[in-house]
């Protein structure tokens, strides 16, 4: 399963029936999971820590140093959980001191072609990056979101759970759960209503968001007064106030 041109450290640990084929250099300190394929001149630098079932297609270059300028060959980490597909040429950072040393991806996530994710982000299960889609240093990404081709999203920036940003978007302010948003700088159009009923949202979960979207994007209000007239008694109505809450850069409006 270790094809003969391949380069592998003495430090890496491999599960079992990894794959790992012609020209692929696996780096020091780099553990791949169980059952994993790394397909050929892929690229997998450490301290990395890669979960099972996951597949890596050619020329993607998997925890390599981060290209922000402050960075200084300080020890830091790539964690990444399982069933995971990276597309060719996907490229993936680990993280700085300046955060938690960190960059951390969860599971059953599709990184489609020419995407990136810089050092320190936190990208959640379940999430779709379309073909060319790059997110900063720092950008968390919550489960289900899916961010369209050519999306580019600011550093420090928030993306809720089961958001979705349209082709070609500008992010630089945080997405609430549940948004559909595109646009330069992204803009809400509506709720991601279609992808929560895939998702299997019942009708009453579906209309209590609407009605939490209207208060918060309909009705003129402020931030603050809409957060007050929430009913967050609906748990996807507290998730949708709670991150609107705790969001730092503010979010779109």
């Known amino acids: 399963m270790i094809h003969e041109t391949a380069i592998i450290s003495d430090s890496a640990k491999l599960g079992e029936n990894v794959s790992v084929g012609p020209y692929s250099v696996i780096g020091d300190n780099v553990e791949i999971g169980d059952n994993t394929v790394i397909?050929?001149?892929?690229?997998?630098k450490g301290p990395s820590k890669i979960g099972k079932n996951n597949e890596f297609f050619q020329f993607s270059s998997i925890g390599e140093d981060c290209q922000d300028k402050k960075y200084d060959g300080e020890p830091?980490?790539?964690?990444?959980?399982?069933?995971?597909?990276?597309?060719e040429?996907?490229?993936?950072?680990?993280g700085t001191i300046q955060d938690e040393s960190l960059t951390k991806i969860g599971s059953n996530n599709l990184f489609m072609a020419y995407t990136h994710v810089a050092h320190d982000c936190v990208i959640g299960d379940n999430v779709i990056f379309a073909n060319n889609a790059s997110v900063a240093?720092?950008?968390?990404?919550?489960?289900?979101?899916?961010?369209g081709g050519m999306v580019g999203v600011h550093q420090f920036v928030h993306i809720g759970a089961h958001a979705f940003i349209g082709l070609n978007s500008i992010v630089v302010k945080?997405?609430?759960?549940?948004?559909?948003?595109?646009?330069?700088?992204?803009?809400?159009?509506?709720?991601?209503?279609?992808?929560?009923?895939?998702?299997?949202?019942?009708?009453?979960?579906?209309?209590?968001?609407?009605?939490?979207?209207?208060?918060?994007?309909?009705?003129?209000?402020?931030?603050?007064?809409?957060?007050?007239?929430?009913?967050?008694?609906?748990p996807c109505v507290n998730d949708f106030a709670s991150f609107i809450k705790n969001s730092s850069r503010g979010i779109i409006r």
């Open 39 to 44: 397909h050929s001149h892929v690229v997998v």
């Open 76 to 87: 830091t980490r790539l964690e990444m959980g399982d069933n995971n597909i990276v597309r």
């Open 89 to 94: 040429n996907v490229t993936i950072h680990r």
């Open 137 to 147: 240093g720092h950008v968390h990404v919550g489960d289900w979101a899916i961010l």
């Open 174 to 234: 945080d997405v609430p759960p549940y948004l559909l948003a595109s646009g330069n700088g992204a803009e809400p159009k509506g709720l991601n209503s279609e992808g929560l009923k895939r998702r299997g949202f019942s009708s009453e979960q579906v209309s209590a968001i609407k009605k939490a979207y209207r208060i918060m994007y309909r009705k003129g209000l402020t931030v603050n007064e809409a957060l007050e007239e929430l009913d967050t008694s609906e």
